[in-house]
Each structure stands twice: as C-alpha cells, then as structure tokens.
C-alpha cells in the first residue's frame, strides 16, 4: 500500500506542477524536476522519505 501511495503522491505533484507551469509560471517546471529527482534518487538508494514517513502513520506495506 505504502509503495502505491508513493507513485500517487509522486504522479500528482507532477501533473499539479505541470499544470502549474503552464498557466502560472514556467518556474514550476523545476519542482518536476525535483519530484522526479527524488524518484531516480529513491531507486538506486532504496530510500524514500515519504516511505518512512508512512510507516510511522502506520500504513502496512501489504496491499
């Protein structure tokens, strides 16, 4: 569940800046690129903040 929430949480920042950059400021591009910084960061490290963050709130790993 934990992972899923993950790739939700992840996906939905991109798409809100994406948005964001189009009808806000072009600026906002650099949040996705954050986001997807952290996404290649999480995947050669095995660590995700949001992952611990989770698993202190109590969110099973378990679908």
């Known amino acids: 569940m934990r992972n899923r929430i993950v790739r939700g949480v992840a996906g939905t920042f991109i798409l809100i800046s994406l948005l964001l950059s189009i009808y806000v400021n072009i600026n906002w591009l650099w949040f996705t690129a954050f986001v997807g910084a952290n996404l ?11 992952e611990d963050i989770l698993k202190k709130f109590g969110v099973s790993d378990s679908d």
């Open 40 to 50: 290649l960061q999480s995947s050669i490290t095995k660590w995700c903040l949001l």
